[in-house]
C-alpha cells in the first residue's frame, strides 16, 4: 500500500472515529477532568486569593488584588495558545494532549502551594503568575480534546456539563475554604491536589495515538509564534465569537472577583462569614447553572440554533446583575445569583458548542485555536480586576458595587449583540 493510500485510509479511519457519539465513560471522565482543572484555577481567583491578600494588607485589599490577578491574567493569556500550540505539534508517545493536562497540573501544585507560605505581596504574585502558566497547559490540552473527540451532534450537551463543571468547581473550592478560612497553605494546596486527583480518569481513558515526528512540519519558530494569530479579516466568525466570549466572561467575572468583597461591605462580615456566604451563593448560583445549562443544551442540540440561547443568556444574567447591584440584604443577594446562575447556564450550554464550529483550522490546530478562545477567558480574567477599582471609585464615597454590578450586566448584553454577526452558526 503506498503512502498516499496509507494516509488516505488513516484520514478516513479518524473520520469515522470523530463521528462516532463517545459513551458515558468518556463523558464521565471528561466532565471530571475539567472540574478538576477550574478548580485549580478558580479557587484561587473566587475565593483564596481574596482572602490571602486581605490577611496581607487588609487595607488596601481590592487594589492589591486588582494588581495581582491583573498580572497573572496576562500570563494566562499567553499560556493558552502557546502551550495550545505546542500540544498540536506535541509526538510524545502518550499523545498530544495527556502530557500537557498531567504535566500543567503537576506544576501547578507547588506553584499554588507558595502562595500560602510567602509572606508578602511580591512573591504571592510571582507565585501566581507560575501558576497560571501551568494550569494554562493544562486546559489547553482538555479543552482540546473536546474539539479532537466529541462530534458536532453531541457538543451542545458536552459544552453544558463542562460549564456546569465550571460553577461546581467554584462551589466544591468554596466549601473547601470556607471551611479552613484562617489556613493559608490548605486553601491552596488541597484544590490543586483535588484537581490532580480529578483528571486522572481521562488520562486513563483518552486513546490518542502518538503523533509520528515525520507529520511534524519543520517551521522555524518565528513562524510559529505568527501563526498564534488568526486574523479577523480571514476568519470573521471567528473574530465575532472570540469579542462574544471576551464580553460574556468579562460580566462572569465581576461577581466571581468581587463578591467575597462585597458581602464584606454589604453584609458587615469578618472572612470566615464571607466565605461561608460565598459558598452559599456559589452553590444557589450553579444550581441556577445546572437547570439553564441542560434544558437549553438539550434544546440547542435538537435546533442547531445558537444566537436565540445567546441572547436570552444575557437578558437573564443582566437581570440577575442589577439584583445584587441594588441591594443590601442577604436574600436579595443570594436571588441575584440565582437568577445570573439561569442566565450564565443558558449561555454554558452553547459556549464551546458554538466556537468549535467557528475554528479556523479544524483539525491540523485545534488546541491552538481553541487556546485563542481561552485568552478572551484569560483577558477577561484580567481586565476585570484592573476595571474593577475604577467602577467601585464612582461616586468618591465608598465602594460603589451599584456601578460595579451594572456594568457587568452591560456587557452580558454586549457579548450577546456581538455574537450576531457570526454567520455559521444561527
Not at 497547559?137 to 474539539?147: G, S
Not at 436574600?331 to 450564565?344: D, N, V, Y
Amino acid at each position: 500500500m503506498s503512502k498516499e493510500q496509507m494516509s488516505a485510509q488513516a484520514e478516513e479511519q479518524s473520520t469515522m472515529d470523530f463521528e462516532r457519539s463517545v459513551g458515558a465513560g468518556f463523558v464521565v471522565a471528561y466532565a471530571l477532568a475539567t472540574l478538576g482543572v477550574y478548580i485549580a484555577m478558580l479557587t484561587p481567583a473566587s475565593i483564596s486569593l481574596s482572602l490571602r491578600v486581605a490577611q496581607l494588607v487588609p487595607q488596601d485589599a481590592a487594589g492589591s488584588l486588582a494588581t495581582i490577578a491583573s498580572i497573572g491574567g496576562v500570563f494566562a493569556l499567553i499560556g493558552n495558545p502557546l502551550f495550545g500550540l505546542m500540544s498540536d505539534r506535541c509526538t510524545s508517545r502518550f499523545g498530544r494532549r495527556r502530557p500537557f493536562i498531567l504535566g500543567g497540573l503537576l506544576a501547578a501544585v507547588p506553584a499554588v502551594t507558595i502562595m500560602g507560605l510567602v509572606p508578602n505581596l511580591v512573591a504571592v504574585t510571582i507565585a501566581w503568575c507560575c501558576a497560571q502558566l501551568a494550569i494554562s497547559a493544562a486546559l489547553a490540552a482538555t479543552t482540546a480534546v473536546l474539539a479532537d473527540r466529541v462530534p458536532v451532534r453531541q457538543r451542545g450537551r458536552m459544552s453544558g456539563l463542562v460549564q456546569i463543571g465550571i460553577y461546581i468547581a467554584i462551589l466544591l473550592g468554596t466549601f473547601l475554604v470556607q471551611l479552613m478560612p484562617a489556613a493559608p497553605v490548605p486553601v491552596f494546596l488541597i484544590p490543586a491536589l483535588l484537581a490532580v486527583a480529578l483528571a486522572t480518569p481521562l488520562l486513563a481513558v483518552l486513546r490518542e495515538p502518538a503523533l509520528d515526528r515525520a507529520d511534524v512540519p519543520r517551521v522555524p519558530l518565528r513562524s510559529q509564534l505568527k501563526g498564534l494569530w488568526v486574523s479577523p479579516r480571514r476568519h470573521p466568525d471567528f473574530g465575532w465569537a472570540w469579542l462574544s466570549r471576551f464580553f460574556v466572561y468579562m460580566a462572569a467575572y465581576v461577581p466571581t472577583t468581587f463578591q467575597a468583597l462585597l458581602v464584606i461591605d454589604r453584609l458587615h462580615t469578618d472572612a470566615a462569614g464571607a466565605a461561608r456566604f460565598v459558598f452559599l451563593s456559589a452553590l444557589i448560583y450553579t444550581g441556577g447553572v445546572a437547570g439553564g445549562s441542560l434544558i437549553s443544551g438539550l434544546l440547542s442540540d435538537r435546533s442547531g440554533r445558537y444566537k436565540p440561547f445567546v441572547v436570552f443568556a444575557a437578558v437573564v444574567y443582566g437581570i440577575g446583575m442589577l439584583g445584587m447591584a441594588f441591594t443590601a440584604t442577604s436574600t436579595f443577594l443570594l436571588a441575584g445569583s440565582l437568577i445570573a446562575g439561569i442566565g450564565m447556564g443558558t449561555y454554558a450550554s452553547v459556549d464551546l458548542a458554538l466556537v468549535t464550529r467557528v475554528l479556523p483550522h479544524r483539525g491540523s490546530a485545534d488546541a491552538k485555536d481553541l487556546g485563542l478562545f481561552q485568552v478572551a477567558i484569560a483577558l477577561a480574567n484580567s481586565v476585570v480586576p484592573a476595571m474593577g477599582p475604577a467602577l467601585l471609585a464612582i461616586g468618591g464615597s465608598g465602594a460603589n458595587f451599584a456601578a460595579l454590578f451594572c456594568g457587568a450586566g452591560l456587557l452580558a448584553v454586549a457579548g450577546a449583540l456581538l455574537a450576531l454577526p457570526i454567520r455559521k452558526i444561527r
